[in-house]
């Protein structure tokens, strides 16, 4: 194991920073590296200013105590093209606490994936609050109300989102759906990207709704990914750690845009890449924000809310879906999801139907 | 009840082949064909992957709607339609991807692409499926518009192929391919061969078409139609050919015949092929004939001349000679000449390697067809062409008296050439009055050949008995014998006459064992 590894397990220090990346990109494939410089640079000075940040369990704090889950909302680009001024959130989780009238008492991601699962880290060394071993979703799909706690019954709002400009917006809804359209809106006028604070409810309540121990499984990955070992070596840690599996190694010889009209819930264009299949199989990987599905031979093997993610063969690193090219020699892996996201509330509001495939999900057949 | 006669047989369902013959499949874009021709029983137009799921065996899917979308659902169509073991899918260009073409490959299922409304299509299709007669009938009076255009028999036999594909298709003479695929007529385990006779008028089996269908195939009576349907174009274009090529071979044999006249007018010969001072005559070049430079002639003619050809025949063999001269040296003039037929090469020099090589060339065929040839000396111009032609026409009846692929040089023969135009047939005659006891004998060519060795030899009968391979006192013997059964041949008044019979005996009999190397080593020293 990594020698950066903390003692007590329940703490994240400068040293793991690295890793929070790594493990971040795994569960996100389509994150870019723009970004990653500034961030990592941040967070390790932040983390050696303010020392190791607690990681607690839910269910070590007190029930009635509340919390709040954070993300970063919009565009990774228009984040690159507009940094954050840096006290983004600690405005958001204020304005939010002012909203609900109570103090909270611990952070935690949305969505440990992707820069969301960076800028919690960030603003719980910012706040002075532990962070909690949890998450709505144990990836990153694209809706706020895409979350085990909405599945649970928790409300998205009151929520805020803070822009680069220090402009706050408070959102308040009973819908979860419209919460997520509403924010969309306003995002446009904050920036292209905000710190969005939701999900305000006490830690009793988010310990039954959310994905428990889902940050530290994502450092644990982190590390296993930043270790130089075979693929075959790392595919078997992946599975001790995540119950991940390679369902095929093949080439891509096609990428095709646009295949589809673009499905008006989900904001990406639509994209295939097609994979030769080292053993003669025809492997097809749609790619929206990110894998939604996985075809071997016309049978869909996999899809959302499974992870599915690319590892460069050659390259020994995860490989983002914005850098794919013809001719490249991937993994394709699957990481199950959490067991919620395959109940039937679970894949109607994230399984592959949402994507405008009417098939059953593999998991289901 | 028992259903009518009519509806007791079932009819054979028609195929994914039959059906892309026909419109409206006949114009789409085929972007995988399956190895499998499978029967088409029924189409359904698939417009969910719920309805593609209970698709029966055997039907052609026409995608539409949530089925038809491109992407990941050609995809998943395509595997669902290879599980319900379906015929074949169509789908719109739209939604065509170059990894759908891939997919249906591997899976080895048939993918259309049609531009057509897909309901229409389907409803077009499902006419055609349910009427498999209707749709064959118009398929045989579509390929018969076909064979209408068709002149040649390699276009009428391209036809056939395309509209049988994937069966070979042949057209046999015997065990001769005259044109298409030899896999028709090679013999595969799991086929039958079908096969329609190409008679002429007179009822003359010309050839036949053949094709090698699945054992047990259900239509074999469509494949026979389609056949069928070839034979009256083949036999038009056989006829046309063979028009043609009779045009030819006249116009050749008039030609040369005109060269030749020529020769034997010099005031007409010289001013315009000799001299050249003139226009030069324009027939020769027209038929590709080159007559400047230096000319020696071949001749060909049959092994035994003295037998005239029956009426016709001799026509027939030129056909043959002419066919199998253009697949041997295709570049050298072949005319008919007499009861013969001339060729000639020409150069700025003589050049008697290329005669030889076209010798050696020429071997198999003429020994096949009972044919001998002469070559003659090398000579300028068109009248050197005449005079070569002569002294090979001459060289020619010499090796009539050798075996059937025999090919001789007036360079080596010279004078000797005069022993060609012995009449062999009257002198057999004469000899069966004047040597009747020794013709009688049982090993009267023994004696015979013995007497024309001794003679050949200049009455030394070491030599002789060297030739013949056999001991001096059996020369002796045999010598003895001869004059008791009448044949004294050492007396100088009749020694020409002896020589003369008995060197007709030897060639006659030669000619009559029909074997080359019977003909007695002497005799060939004495025609060298």
Redesign the interface.
């Given at each position: 194991m990594s020698p950066s590894r903390p003692a007590s397990g329940a703490q994240i220090t400068a040293a793991d920073v690295a890793a929070l990346y790594a493990g971040a990109n795994f569960y996100s494939p389509s994150v870019g590296d723009t970004t990653r410089v500034t961030l990592i640079d941040w967070l390790t000075g932040l983390l050696g200013e303010t020392g190791p940040l607690p990681l607690l369990k839910p269910e070590s704090m007190p029930a009635t105590s509340w919390c709040a889950a954070l993300c970063i909302l919009g565009s990774g680009a228009a984040l690159a093209d507009l940094p954050p001024a840096g006290d983004e959130f600690v405005t958001a989780v204020r304005t939010l606490e002012r909203t609900i009238d109570r103090p909270l008492a611990a952070v935690y991601p949305l969505a440990a994936a992707t820069v969301s699962a960076l800028f919690p880290v960030i603003a719980a060394a910012q706040l002075g609050l532990p962070l909690l071993d949890c998450d709505g979703m144990g990836r990153a799909f694209a809706q706020i109300n895409q979350t085990t706690m909405f599945l649970a019954g928790l409300s998205v709002s009151p929520a805020v989102l803070t822009g680069a400009a220090g402009e706050t917006f408070t959102l308040t809804s009973p819908n979860s759906e419209r919460a997520d359209v509403l924010s969309r809106s306003a995002l446009d006028v904050l920036g292209g990207w905000a710190a969005f604070a939701a999900y305000p409810a006490s830690i009793g309540d988010t310990a039954r709704g959310a994905s428990r121990g889902n940050v530290s499984r994502l450092l644990e990955v982190g590390r296993l990914l930043l270790e130089p070992m075979s693929t075959d070596l790392l595919v078997n840690r992946l599975s001790a750690v995540n119950a991940t599996r390679r369902i095929a190694r093949g080439r891509i010889v096609d990428l095709e845009h646009l295949t589809r009209p673009a499905d008006l819930s989900v904001p990406t264009h639509p994209t295939s890449a097609v994979l030769d299949e080292v053993g003669g199989a025809i492997l097809r990987l749609e790619l929206r924000s990110e894998i939604v599905a996985a075809f071997v031979d016309g049978v869909l093997t996999a899809a959302a809310p499974d992870l599915i993610s690319l590892f460069d063969v050659r390259s020994g690193r995860m490989a983002a879906l914005d850098s794919l090219e013809n001719g490249d020699l991937l993994d394709v892996l699957v990481t199950p999801a959490d067991a919620v996201w395959y109940s039937p509330e679970g894949l109607a509001l994230v399984g592959p139907s949402v994507h405008h495939i009417p098939l059953d999900h593999p998991r289901r057949r | 009840m028992t259903p009518p006669a009519a509806f007791s047989a079932p009819t054979v369902p028609l195929t994914m082949s039959e059906l892309l013959r026909l419109d409206p499949l006949a114009k789409v874009e085929v972007a995988h064909r399956s190895a499998t021709d499978q029967p088409v029983q029924g189409v359904d137009l698939a417009n969910?992957?719920a309805r593609l799921r209970r698709v029966p065996p055997h039907t052609l899917v026409v995608l539409s709607d949530?089925a038809d979308?491109?992407?990941?659902?050609l995809?998943?169509?395509?595997?669902?339609a290879?599980e319900r073991a379906a015929a074949g899918v169509v789908i719109s260009s739209r939604s065509l991807?170059?990894?759908g073409s891939?997919?249906a490959e591997?899976?080895d299922i048939t993918l259309l692409v049609a531009e057509r409304d897909p309901v229409d299509l389907a409803l077009a299709l499902a006419a055609q499926v349910s009427a498999p007669g209707s749709a064959r009938a118009l398929r045989i009076a579509r390929c018969a518009e076909q064979l209408a255009d068709q002149t040649a028999i390699r276009g009428i036999i391209a036809v056939l192929a395309r509209e049988l594909d994937p069966l070979p298709v042949a057209l046999v003479a015997g065990s001769t391919l005259l044109a298409g695929r030899a896999a028709a007529v090679a013999d595969k385990p799991g086929t039958q061969l079908v096969k329609v006779p190409v008679t002429t008028a007179t009822g003359h089996l010309f050839a036949e078409l053949v094709t090698r269908i699945p054992a047990g195939a259900g239509d074999s009576g469509t494949v026979e139609s389609l056949l069928a349907l070839g034979r009256t174009p083949i036999l038009a274009a056989w006829a046309q050919g063979r028009l043609q090529q009779a045009g030819r071979v006249e116009l050749e044999r008039v030609s040369f015949r005109m060269l030749r006249d020529a020769a034997a007018a010099p005031a007409v010969l010289d001013l315009p092929l000799a001299t050249g001072l003139t226009e030069p005559a324009s027939w020769p070049g027209e038929l590709g004939w080159q007559l400047d430079g230096i000319n020696r002639a071949i001749w060909l003619t049959r092994s035994t001349p003295t037998a005239p050809p029956a009426d016709g025949e001799q026509d027939e063999m030129t056909q043959l000679v002419h066919s199998l001269w253009h697949t041997v040296l295709p570049n050298w003039p072949l005319a008919p000449d007499e009861d013969g037929w001339v060729s000639w090469s020409t150069g700025s020099t003589d050049r008697p390697a290329a005669m030889r090589r076209a010798a050696r060339s020429l071997s198999d065929l003429l020994s096949r067809h009972g044919l001998v040839a002469g070559i003659g000396g090398a000579h300028p111009g068109a009248r050197g062409l005449v005079r070569s032609r002569e002294e090979a026409r001459l060289t020619a009846r010499v090796a009539t008296t050798l075996a059937a692929g025999s090919i001789e040089w007036f360079d080596q023969i010279g004078v000797r050439a005069a022993l060609g135009w012995l009449p062999i047939h009257s002198l057999e005659g004469v000899a069966q009055l004047c040597l009747t006891d020794l013709l009688a004998a049982k090993d009267r060519r023994a004696l015979i050949s013995t007497v024309l060795a001794v003679l050949d030899n200049g009455g030394s009968l070491s030599v002789a008995a060297g030739t013949l391979g056999v001991h001096r006192n059996t020369v002796l013997a045999r010598l003895a014998r001869a004059r008791e059964l009448g044949l004294t041949f050492d007396q100088p008044q009749v020694r020409l006459a002896v020589h003369t019979l008995c060197f007709a005996l030897d060639t006659a009999w030669g000619h009559a064992a029909m074997e080359p190397d019977r003909t007695p080593p002497g005799r060939r020293e004495l025609m060298r």
């Open positions: - | 969910s992957f949530e979308s491109g992407g990941w659902s995809a998943t169509s395509l595997h669902l290879w991807s170059a990894s891939l997919l591997r899976l």
